[in-house]
């Protein structure tokens, strides 16, 4: 069948009207009857309006408006069905297997979700325990052991053996104490009774005192000393 469109162009062309005429005439606007003789009905509007365009256009140029407005009827609804058959070919139709990929992903995608949850869960507890453990580490101060401290040492002079002679009740009983220091220590020594005295040797040096009775030594490094007494190690 020839298209609606060409034959009612050819017949306004045989007329000597001019589009803008058919305008004026018709009332109808020169786009709709452009698209009209293009045969683009989807541009035309529907129903009882497009019906009466056509009428109009059939009458100014000598067609019988009841046939062509049939014809047109049935070119819109050839182009309707052919507008649906695009539109069905274009829709992919989903299949069982598609459906079962879909759901693959579906599952697969569910399982990353978990996973990247339980690693963010992961990773906060460990930077949170992390945390909490330094925290209670600068909190805790430090325990510092103490050296401890030397007691002191007490050397009692040996006791003679016969009394001492009534003209010289010391006499004998005085002995001479030798100290070779070492290594750096601090010494307090404390000859029978009297003051002590405090002070820092370095390795290398020696001290010398008389006891008549007691002397009591306190030292920091009791390995720095080396003792002699009357000269006898």
Do not use: C
């Not at 030798?178 to 601090?186: A, S, V, Y």
């Not at 008549?212 to 720095?224: I, K, M, P, W």
């Amino acid at each position: 069948m020839e298209p609606l469109g060409q034959r009612l162009r050819q017949m306004r062309e045989a007329a000597g009207l001019s589009l803008r005429e058919m305008e004026r005439r018709t009332k109808i606007p020169v786009t709709a009857l452009e698209a009209l003789e293009r045969n683009d009905l989807e541009r035309l509007p529907g129903g009882i309006f497009g019906r009466s365009f056509v009428r109009a256009y059939a009458l100014e140029v000598g067609l019988d408006p009841d046939a062509t407005v049939a014809d047109f009827q049935e070119q819109l609804e050839e182009a309707e069905r052919e507008k649906a058959a695009r539109v069905a070919a274009r829709t992919h139709v989903v299949t069982h297997d598609d459906r079962r990929f879909l759901e693959r992903q579906r599952r697969a995608l569910m399982a990353l979700r978990i996973v990247a949850v339980l690693l963010v869960i992961a990773v906060a507890a460990v930077v949170t325990w992390r945390v909490r453990l330094w925290l209670e580490t600068r909190d805790t101060p430090p325990v510092v052991e103490e050296a401890p401290v030397p007691a002191p040492v007490a050397i009692v002079p040996p006791t003679p053996a016969d009394p001492l002679p009534a003209s010289s009740p010391t006499a004998g009983t005085e002995m001479v104490l030798e100290f070779d220091i070492i290594d750096d220590t601090w010494l307090e020594v404390t000859v029978d009774g009297g003051a002590p005295i405090t002070r820092l040797y370095r390795g290398g040096e020696q001290y010398r005192v008389r006891v008549s009775r007691e002397v009591l030594l306190d030292v920091s490094n009791a390995g720095a000393l080396q003792l002699r007494i009357d000269g006898q190690p």
